[in-house]
């Protein structure tokens, strides 16, 4: 096994599924919304009055989140092995396509999925058989992430 599999942890992995579940269950279920972190994003950039409220919590909480398990731990997110310029560019990658494949993996993947949406699941195994292929090239040409 390599350096990554060494740094799973299956229980606090488990844990936020839960969590993630949770959250979109009751975002459904409270206000008949899916939990697309994209759509919330982009909603916040759009505004419309009555759903910024419930859009900002929702990130907030992310943010929030991420910020006080850094403050308890500052190690777990770790070094990012890769320049900056380079994360920006593929995050602008992801953002493309998340805008051509009409969601990102929490809506898709998380959501449509669970409601047996035909379209989510396919977006949901394009992008994953996409993530792993570029993956494995990745290693193949420049290396393993260290």
């Known amino acids: 096994m390599g350096h990554l599999a060494s740094n799973m942890a299956p229980l606090a992995a488990l ?9 979109a ?5 409270l206000l008949g919304q899916i939990a697309g972190i ?4 982009t909603g916040l ?16 909480g992310l943010l929030s989140g991420g910020l006080v398990w850094a403050l308890i731990d500052p190690s777990v997110f770790g070094h990012i092995p890769r320049p900056l310029p380079l994360v920006a560019v593929a995050g602008l990658i992801v953002g493309y396509g ?28 394009t992008f994953m058989a996409f993530g792993i292929a570029t993956a494995t090239l990745w290693r193949v040409l420049v290396g393993a992430v260290r």
Do not use: D, N, Q, Y
């Open 15 to 23: 844990a936020g599924g839960a969590v993630i579940g949770l959250a």
């Open 45 to 60: 950039l759009t505004p419309v009055a009555a759903e910024w409220p419930w859009r900002g919590s929702f990130i907030a």
């Open 98 to 125: 998340v805008s051509t494949g009409g969601g990102c993996t929490s809506g898709h993947g998380v959501c449509g999925i669970s409601r047996l949406s035909r379209r989510s699941i396919a977006a949901t195994c």
């Open 25 to 29: 269950t009751g975002l459904m279920l």
């Open 38 to 41: 994209s759509g919330m994003i």
